[in-house]
């Protein structure tokens, strides 16, 4: 091939085409360096932002460690948009601008910005996003580990509120027994009086001895009745010393398709995604979790046999004191009668009659 006879080969011819094509596509306001410039500032503001309210995440007070990382990988974050600004802040006053009329700038100094945005800036916003995308997936992996945290001090709670009815239903049996007692006992001194009455209906002779037997009955029965009011009155005392936690609404009883149990409250779980992520939490070390992650599970409660319809809203399907199991679905391939019910392989027929012989 020839090559025009200037002093230079057809590749630099080439190179210089494209260098050419770079410098009108810079100076284009379009789709130069003005509209690059803007709409990686764009971007990076609202990562910022981002950024900004990740930093300022409320997390529980068990979480402090959690809440210090998260804070640093996004000061980190933040720290590196704000040294890339401040390394082209001279771009600001020429490329910032929606349009060369609205920038104060000379039309040069614009143009050459353009150019050098174009030509010299490629490979520093691609050390950014690279650094950038270092530090999001670091973000997004604290935000796992934060959430998986606090799912398991959800359980801790729930666990720790059940611990507390408990012990208060104990409590709470032992004093109702104990009441009764002392009732069965104040029957057996009304029937004594009944009895010292009758006995002194019939026997004046004796009226000062049944007297005395009297009063000492009537002062068994005031001992007994103040026995009473002071089992009472520890009942009371022991129901107002009830933690604020336990004071609420009965939990709904989920039984999953392991048979363990796993009460929760509405207030703490309250939307299906956080019902969701519980599940797949409990699946981790058990068969069962490809299932759940799909779905492939049904509701029922306990009570009235009715199958749970999961899309309806989240406050219609678990209400305080609902018992619910839960079910795996399987799909199931009905053998043929033509097939082996084992392997579900086809059978061949030997012969055309009806004894004839089937092999599988």
Known sequence: MATPGFGFSVGDFITGVSLVRKL?????????????YRQLISELLNLDEALTGVSNLELEPAQPAQKVALEQVASQCQLTIE????????????LGTVSRQLS????????????????????????????IRAHTATLNLLLSTIH????????????????????????????????????VSHSELIVSISSAVDKITHRQEAQTTETSELESLVTKV????????????QMQQGLSQIPAQVDRQQPVIF??????L????????????????????????VPGLKKVRNREYTMQDVASKKMLDLNR???????????????????????????CPGCLSGNTVVGYGANDEIRW
């Open 83 to 94: 040294t890339f600004l401040d390394k082209n802040a001279k771009f600001k006053d020429t």
């Open 24 to 36: 009108i596509r810079a100076l284009n306001d379009s789709a130069g360096g003005r509209a690059a």
């Open 262 to 285: 796993a009460p929760f409250h509405v207030e703490f779980i309250n939307s299906f995604a956080a019902f969701q992520a519980v599940l797949e939490a409990r699946f981790q070390d």
């Open 148 to 183: 998986i945290s606090a799912v398991k001090l959800q359980n801790q709670t729930v666990n720790s509120c059940k611990d507390l009815v408990e012990k208060a239903q104990n409590q709470t049996n032992a004093l109702a027994k104990q009441n009764h007692q002392l009732l």
């Open 104 to 131: 104060p700038a000379p039309r040069w100094q614009i143009n050459l910005h353009q150019v050098q945005w174009a030509l010299c800036k490629d490979s520093a916003i691609q050390a950014l996003r690279t650094e």
């Open 313 to 339: 809203p989240w406050e219609s399907i678990f209400r305080p004191g609902r018992r619910a199991n839960m079910s795996m679905v399987f799909e199931y391939n009905e053998a043929m009668s033509s097939s």
């Open 222 to 233: 005031m001992e007994s009745n103040m026995r009473i009011f002071a089992t009472v009155l």
């Open 255 to 260: 039984e999953d398709a392991h048979g363990r």
